[in-house]
């Protein structure tokens, strides 16, 4: 799994511009009458999404890189084929309106932790389906909006079921807070530079997160007994050493020859069996996948 954010919908202006919204969400001329009701009738305010709730938003999707304003979605059963489900929310601060980069940066980081405690195993999510959030716009900011949705959509096509996850048991949950970690270190300090030559002390930075990130997988780990876990263990122990070293690493040659078996040590294909043995999916991620097969 990725841990990016899409470009969010923004919430509406006002409240009064949300009911005038749903007032004028009327069925289309393609509809029928009865289906026109019934959309009437499960449509309402985005500030009124739950957590878990399906929905399918009533205005066009804004193209990546763009934002948009929503105003009324449709709430709709999960089993029923949708466009959204949301998992998670949080409030921002009181105070003075902290601008659209303040609030895309904090829901980068608390997507993610909300994202963590409604459906923890990230490969089990379908292809095609990643995060996005409603956030406050300045003006709804006035009329005291600080709601940050959490949602997951679909780049194309629709979203059959629910994507919480089932209840965990505690080694699942163990093993998926430490792996989640460790990816999440990894990718989050990814230096900009793509030479290790043009940023040893980025590089080095980021071998250290993964190093610390491991560490504390590696102690989860360590109460789970069963064969194919105790063998990833083995295995994470000796990449975890390797990214020690590249942490540590004098110059650029030190770091290189440490850094091969420290990245292809954290191959997530390489969890599979551990993964299956704990009753966890076993899908590796496209995206993940094509990272070390590339």
Not at 149 to 166: H, R
Request: aromatic content about 8%.
């Amino acid at each position: 799994m990725s841990f990016g954010s899409k470009t969010p919908y923004l919430r509406g202006i006002s409240v009064a511009v949300v009911l005038l919204s749903v007032g004028a969400s009327g069925c289309s001329v393609a509809e029928s009458a009865k289906d026109g009701i019934k959309k009437a009738a499960r449509t309402e305010s985005v500030f009124s999404l739950d957590v878990g709730e399906c929905y399918n938003p009533n205005s066009k999707p804004v193209a990546e890189g763009e934002t948009g304003e929503e105003f009324s979605i449709e709430v709709v059963p999960c089993t029923e084929a949708h466009d959204g489900q949301v998992y998670g929310e949080f409030k921002i601060d009181d105070g003075a309106y902290p601008g659209d980069d303040a609030i895309v940066t904090a829901a980068d980081t608390r997507c993610v932790a909300e994202e963590q405690k409604f459906a923890p195993d990230t490969w089990a999510i379908p292809a095609g389906v990643s995060g996005s959030y409603y956030q406050p716009t300045k003006e709804s900011w006035a009329t005291g909006d600080r709601l940050v949705t959490c949602t997951y959509t679909k780049d194309s096509g629709k979203i059959t079921g629910t994507l919480k996850s089932k209840t965990m048991n505690a080694d699942q949950l163990a093993y998926l807070k430490g792996s989640s970690a460790l990816y999440e270190a990894l990718w989050s300090t990814q230096p900009e530079a793509d030479a290790v030559e043009d940023d040893l002390a980025g590089y080095k930075a980021q071998a250290a997160a993964v190093n610390a990130a491991l560490d504390a997988h590696l102690s989860a780990l360590q109460g789970i007994e069963q064969p194919a876990t105790a063998k990833l263990r083995e295995q994470l122990d000796t990449a975890n050493k390797a990214w020690k070293k590249a942490a540590d690493a004098a110059d650029v040659d030190a770091f290189y020859l440490a850094y091969d078996t420290a990245f292809t040590g954290i191959d997530p294909s390489d969890s599979v069996a551990a993964r299956k043995e704990l009753g966890l999916s076993t899908t590796v991620p496209a995206d993940e996948a094509e990272v070390w097969t590339g």
